[in-house]
């Protein structure tokens, strides 16, 4: 790789989607642009994508496989060669599974990477049910299986179809920022400024709650009531399209009948938001056509979450917007993923995966498995039902996103193998015996599908440069079974990809015979988009409709019908007392930064160099607070610190904490990785959703005080120097 040229690929700085050009010179990424031509984002690009050169050429990158030297989380790492890694840790690995079984060996990963599916081919060829993520049940999976389950496919908004959306509803999501996949923020603000209504439902005065026609200002947790009443002032005055209702839906009048519990008057209170507004929401919602739905996580982040995703997902259903122009339309499912291999999981091992006793867990839906994060973290602790000994992370500092990070941090410190791989050194890594360098995107092959936008696009991910001695994730699951004499299934990565687009071939005829090679030279392949499949196909659903009222989930013991349960906010955690008087939310996703990425880029960090919490300035001057102080944030479960951010749009009881802060310039051991932490203040605990088993993320309690004496922005400018600040 030398010499001079330009190569488009799809950048993953976020889950992905834009196109950029990259220059390469001499083996090293020298430019980046956005791709005029990236279906995705049309020649635009954030600040994350921008700065890939500054993240890979990075002095603190990890270049080469590290062994640890010292005491688990003590810091000490000696160089060691990819060999010798490959020999270690198949060594240990093979040992502990010949001794305790595979199940003693846990994978976890988190939110959607390239990776994904070969993740799970790992843990499935490794032998091992107990394949988890900080992502997953709180992210996503609730909102795609309450789709599988109501209308057999998942949904997204047609940014760029026949027609122009003329509203949307957008619920527990901020796109502007976070996308929810990168370059939606593009679709969602062309939308905007083009004129279509928003209808926005969230507890922060967001940039585009303030841009929407109607603001529902929620309180945090009570999402699920707020739908059920929506759909029954909906169904309950007439405001749906009863042509699509009557002929291509199961349960219209059980649906009707379950929305009575939840009256206006009522959701109000449990909401706080006025009785009014919720009616004029539902107008709205009924009366602009063609409207669709851009979700978020906020709601899946909750005790409730699949059955309030059911019950959003049904509002622009019902209101006729399904799968026209414009509005909610059924995905594209363009390109399978990587075959997952779910058939190499012994019957025996499967049932040994540690996920309660929670459906989709289990694979109701389909032959998928996920272990419970939190009970993974117990296993490695108590050892029960039995002990957890080794661990592979894959693309996740999980003392940063996963819930509880005290009960994690116990679990990491008792593993007896860790294995961790990444770009940079993290708080997570610190507990590893053996960390790996993670190739970034312009290191790697790979195909590009996200189901948020209807999988409107596949796109070519290529690798441009080698860096260092990193390897991407799929190459080291591939080399670690073929030094443990176990089969993946496939030679090396163009082969898994080749399949895929066979697959797509089948599917789509007019794309038989596109091969990696050739979609090199296409960067993507954009089917037109079909409008109203169910009209002439049906649902893909066992009744061939869609499901409002869903047999097949009564057959497993779930509720047919979308309901909200109130007792998840009656819990320790979630429901404020004198001692923790206020509600507390986390999230809220910040431009630069993807999760817990990118503290250590310094064009970013400058961009938003401390964690902001939001709330009232009535609030804060009640606690002494003034903009910019620095404020403990106290739950049950733990205290952080984070900076005042005053906002008058904010409900005075509420407050929002953002996640996955951590300090790089705080340095080992520890980074700071409890100061400023959200997941310190979450237990990750019951209540769980009962099909998915989501845990609380937001709708939590807390109380707050003024912080007097923190030491954080003073060692921040004392490594990164002055004049470096907001
Ligand atoms: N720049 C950037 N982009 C990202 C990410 C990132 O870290 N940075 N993360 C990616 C990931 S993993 C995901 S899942 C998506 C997430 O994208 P979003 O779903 O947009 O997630 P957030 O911004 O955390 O939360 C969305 C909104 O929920 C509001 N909210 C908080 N509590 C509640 C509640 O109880 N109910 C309602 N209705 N709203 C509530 C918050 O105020 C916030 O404005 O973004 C992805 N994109
Ligand atoms: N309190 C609270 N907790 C949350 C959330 C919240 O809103 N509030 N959001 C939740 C959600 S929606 C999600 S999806 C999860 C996300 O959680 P995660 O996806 O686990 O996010 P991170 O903790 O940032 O860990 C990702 C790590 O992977 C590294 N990485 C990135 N790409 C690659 C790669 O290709 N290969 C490898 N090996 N490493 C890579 C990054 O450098 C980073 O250190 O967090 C969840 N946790
Ligand atoms: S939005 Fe995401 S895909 Fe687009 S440039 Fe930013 S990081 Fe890359
Ligand atoms: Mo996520």
């Known amino acids: 790789m030398s010499g001079n ?117 790992f843990g499935n060829v490794l032998g091992t049910p107990n394949v988890t993520s900080s992502g997953a049940i709180v992210c996503l999976a609730p909102r795609v299986t309450a789709g599988q389950y109501t209308a057999g496919v998942f949904a997204g908004v047609d940014y760029y179809g026949d027609a122009r959306p003329a509203g949307i509803l957008v619920w527990g999501a901020n796109p502007a920022i976070s996308g929810a996949d990168g370059e939606l923020q593009w679709f969602v603000k062309d939308a905007a400024r083009a004129g279509t209504h928003l209808i926005v439902v969230d507890p922060r005065p967001t940039e585009l709650a303030q841009m929407a026609e109607c603001w529902l200002r929620i309180r ?83 005790p409730n979450a699949f059955q309030t995703c059911r019950a959003i997902f049904m509002i622009p259903a019902l209101t006729g917007n399904w799968d026209v122009p414009g509005g909610f339309v059924a995905s594209m499912q363009i390109a399978p993923t990587a075959n997952p291999l779910f058939d190499r999981l012994d019957h025996s091992a499967a049932t040994k995966v540690m996920c309660g006793d929670y459906p989709w867990m289990k694979g109701a839906a389909g032959p998928k498995l996920w272990a419970h994060p939190y009970d993974i973290f117990e296993a490695m602790q108590s050892g029960k039902p039995y002990r957890i000994r080794g ?29 961790y791989m990444d770009f940079f050194m993290t708080p997570t890594a610190e507990y590893a015996d053996i960390v790996l360098p993670a190739a970034m995107w312009p290191e790697i092959d790979s195909l590009f599908c996200m189901p948020e936008f209807g999988e409107r696009a596949l796109l070519t991910m290529q690798k441009a440069v080698q860096t260092g001695e990193c390897k991407s994730d799929e190459e080291f699951f591939m080399e670690l079974c073929r030094r443990m004499g176990l089969d993946y299934g496939a030679e090396n990565q163009s082969e898994i990809l080749d399949e895929q687009l066979a697959e797509m071939g089948r599917s789509y005829p007019r794309y038989r015979g596109i091969d990696f090679e050739k979609m090199k030279e296409l ?99 009640a606690h002494g607070i003034a903009e910019g102080d620095w404020v403990w944030i106290e739950t049950p479960a733990g205290r952080i610190t984070q900076k005042a951010s005053l906002q008058p749009g904010m409900d005075p009881s509420v407050v929002n904490c953002e996640m996955g802060w951590w300090y790089p310039e705080a340095g080992p051991p520890g980074y700071g990785w409890d100061e400023s932490n959200a997941n310190i203040l979450t237990d990750g605990k019951p209540p769980y959703d009962p099909v998915m088993g989501s845990y609380a993320l937001r709708g939590l309690c807390c109380r707050i005080e003024k912080n007097e004496n923190c030491r954080i922005e003073e060692r921040y400018y004392a490594t990164y120097g002055k004049g470096l600040g907001p």
């Open 5 to 121: 040229n330009e190569i488009i690929t799809a950048c993953r700085g976020c889950h992905g989607g834009c196109m950029h050009i990259l220059t390469v010179s001499d083996g090293r990424v020298t430019g980046v642009r956005p791709d005029p031509d990236g279906p995705l984002n049309r020649g635009r690009a954030c600040i994350k994508g921008m700065t890939v050169i500054e993240q890979m050429y990075h002095p603190d990158r990890l270049l080469y496989p590290l062994r640890r030297t010292g005491p688990r989380g003590g810091g000490s790492w000696g160089r060691i060669s990819w060999d010798e890694a490959y020999g270690l840790i198949a060594e240990k690995t093979r040992g502990l599974t010949d001794a305790h079984g595979p199940e003693c060996i846990a994978l976890t990963t988190g939110t959607g990477r390239h990776h994904m599916s070969q993740f799970f081919r």
């Open 220 to 302: 945090p947790g009570t999402d699920g009531a707020l739908a059920l009443c929506i759909l029954g002032i909906l169904l309950g005055e007439g405001l749906y399209d009863r042509g699509f209702a009557e002929n291509h839906t199961v349960g219209l009048d059980a649906l009707r009948q379950r929305c009575m519990a939840y009256p206006p008057g009522r959701v109000a209170g449990i909401t706080g938001i006025p009785e009014a507004e919720i009616r004029r929401a539902a107008h709205l919602i009924a009366s602009v056509k063609p409207l669709s739905l851009e979700w978020g996580c906020a709601h899946e982040h909750s």
């Open 523 to 621: 960067h993507y392949i954009a089917p037109e988009r079909r409008y109203r499949r169910y009209e002439t196909e049906g649902f893909q659903t066992p009744s061939g409709k869609f499901e409002l009222y869903c047999a097949s989930l009564e057959s497993i013991g779930i509720d047919p019908l979308p309901y909200w349960d109130e007792t998840a906010l009656r819990s320790p955690s979630a429901m404020p007392t004198k001692a923790y008087p206020l509600s507390m939310t986390t999230g809220g996703r910040i431009q630069p930064y993807f999760i817990s990425n990118g503290r250590q880029i310094r064009s970013l960090r400058k961009t938003a160099p401390f964690p902001l919490v939001t709330l009232h300035p009535d609030t804060a001057a």
């Open 391 to 419: 661990l592979f992370s894959h693309a996740n500092n999980s003392l940063l996103s996963m819930p509880g990070a005290k009960h994690v941090r116990r679990g990491l410190a008792a593993l007896e193998f860790f294995v």
